[in-house]
Nanobody, 124 residues
Framework: QLQLVESGGGLVQPGGSLRLSCAAS????????IGWFRQAPGKEREGVAC????????SYGDSVAGRFTISRDNAKNMVYLQMNSLKPEDTAIYYC?????????????????WGKGTLVTVSS
């Protein structure tokens, strides 16, 4: 059973940066495509970024493209989300998700496994 734990959230000023981490246990992460999603208060969950098993393919939501970068280190069973030029509208709980399904669905709907999330607050 794959378990995911996010970390790295916090309070940051507009224009600042944060790096989120997603640590996996219970299985080798290389078997799974990974996505990052976020949910702001009163809003629907939104796909942020996703990465294929070996890291060859990535995809980003329109609102974060050019500012966020997803990466993974399968040897460490870790996935990262580097967030730059943060805006107040990036404030949300960020979740990582994993599944062995095809790449497309992990980006749009998420997968079978979800972490509990980490809160990112962008405010001056």
């Amino acid at each position: 059973q794959l378990q995911l734990v996010e970390s790295g959230g916090g309070l940051v000023q507009p224009g600042g940066s944060l790096r989120l981490s997603c640590a996996a246990s219970g299985s080798l992460l290389e078997y799974f495509n990974i996505g990052w999603f976020r949910q702001a208060p009163g809003k629907e969950r939104e796909g942020v970024a996703c990465i294929s098993r070996m890291g060859v393919r990535t995809s980003y939501g329109d609102s974060v493209a050019g500012r966020f970068t997803i990466s993974r280190d399968n040897a460490k069973n870790m996935v990262y989300l580097q967030m730059n030029s943060l805006k107040p509208e990036d404030t949300a709980i960020y979740y990582c998700t994993a599944d062995s399904i095809q790449f497309g669905p992990i980006c749009t709907a998420g997968g079978k496994y979800w972490g509990k999330g980490t809160l990112v607050t962008v405010s001056s």
